[in-house]
């Protein structure tokens, strides 16, 4: 952060504040006051919270009663627990990658010599902040085996046409679909990344002899490493979180299953039919855990992973 | 809005061509108009659908193979979902947690990424690295504790409640706490304002809250109207959250009173896009009314610190 670095001034040692440094500290701390009393209240106090009732059992009724490690153990013997797992897993190990290959595909193509591209970047970006819930109702139309667009589609041109909210195997692939959407903002990221790229790297790539593969293997994918890894680690984190078109997709989940063979229990769905439906919020307080530390865990490993491959640039840049 | 706007220009000395040669156009511009025309399609592909499907009838709407245009045009069926589902008071509901949360976002965000961005103090920094740490926090994880923390706290018969539970407070109150998102996209705004305007209001004797309110926040109107607008967009778009805390049907927004009310009715799948279009069309409108807005919103966004 450059910016911050040059208007810092010379930081005396915290022992000795000076009363202009105490005067700033006290407003300083003051203005932040919200975030800070907000990060304690909705953030920190309840993930701990969530760690003791993972401890117990409790409907939300009575006291909480402490059960030691049962909650846990349940989990691992809990076949729809490891069902929603994979299913998630599934769901952002193919979202994801998908995701940034769309984004980046569309940058590329916005980046080249197109005149009309302000309609493009409003195409692309305007499904990203139409609400999931009404873009999940369109997909219920748009996949219906009987007379949706999707299949007759697939007829036309001799593809089957599956049954897609109906057949287990298909239930992500919609899933999967709704999410792409969003892409198109992806895509605005990764097109300021692009603008970014000095041009004369291009112009002397050129001289060199170097070919369209060439320069997008050698300049443009490397220095577009720390956005893609920017929208892996978030593309992750929602990924991890996806709800609302599972729900959607699968009729609000009060006729029992998520979707066919339970293809669509999400993560967090399975949390909310736990939590708000079977009242079992100590259960659901330890199936949070598990996806706090697995959110946490893949984070890490994603950052551990990307040293090998991100570019950062001199660091006199 | 500084990073991003500041890189563009270097993007328009791309565009020269040194021997203009069919290969070169056809890779240079063609190809790159074949995707992105198909890729338009396909975006655009669910929303004329959606249309088109709320203008056929009930009949119509159901034939195999579909009609790509509507064979008459049923705008009926827009006046029918609005009568068939309380669309009036959902979308009242939803107008009032969506004005609240908006409140919420401009009032807290930015004051916080003031004391982030104007003052000078130790530790400011890390504090905001921590920040910006939680935008990576998947929100779900806190949802049992939160709900059972806020099915604690008094409404003091707020909304007829006893608790949060069933009001909109668990959907506005936070807003007023900040969001790391909007924080840092502000904080980079405010930090490209120069610094001898705050050191001349300090000098005239101003206090922080007077230079805030007098200096700083009137300069700071394009970053306000893109946090007003994100925060609302997604106030409107939100889902889980009023799903959960909302129990009776006179207080659900448009999105969860939608879902239950096609969970409990047979709604037809005419009169069911025509409620997604007009729930999905103010959103389109404030898109095109603030454009640049929202792209700055996303660039500004993109590029990290």
Redesign the interface.
Known sequence: ????AT???R?PS?FN?GTI?RR??R?????????????V???I???V??FY?SLTRYS?LRDPIFVGTANYERMLADPLFWKAAYNTLYYTLLAVPIGVVVAM??A???????KEVT?????????S???????S???I??L?P????VN?LLTAVGLPSPNWLGDPAYTMIALVMIAQ?GA??WA???L??L??I??EL?ESAEIDGAG?FRKFKSITLPLMT??IL?DI??GL??G??V??SA??LT??G??GAAGPDNSLLTF?YY??KQ??QFGA?GY??TL?VV??IA?VLL?GAVFRWARGWVFYGSEDA | MTTAEASRPAAAVTATPRRPRLRRTITGSILPRIVLILASLLFITPFYWMFITALKSTAESVTFPPTLIPQAWAWQNFIDAVNFIPFGLYALNSLTITVGATIGAILSNTLIAYGFSRIQWPGRNKLFYLCVATIFLPYPVVLVALFDIFSKLPSFGFQGGQSWVNTFLPLIVPAFFGNPFYIFLMRQFMMGIPRELSDAARVDGASELQTFWRVILPLTKPAVTVIAILAAVAAWNEFLLPLLYLQENEKYPLAVGLAFFTSEHDVAFNLLMAAATLIVLPVIVIFFLAQRFFIEGITVGGVKG
């Open positions: 952060m450059t910016a911050a208007s810092a001034e930081r915290r504040l440094e700033n500290l407003w300083g701390l003051l203005f932040i006051s919200p975030w800070l009393i907000g990060f209240i909705f953030g106090f309840p993930i919270y969530t009732l939300g595909l569309l590329i193509a916005m980046n080249q010599k197109v309609v493009y970047r409003a195409i692309f970006y305007l499904p902040i139409l609400p999931v819930f009404a873009i109702f369109v997909f139309v748009l219906n009987g007379y949706g667009l007759w959407l198109g903002q605005l990221v990764f300021a990344g603008r970014g000095p041009t291009y369209a720390p956005v920017y680690i978030i984190s929602f991890l979180q709800f609302t729900f959607i009729g609000g009060s006729r967090v949390v909310y939590a708000f919020m659901a307080a949070s996806l706090f959110s984070a």
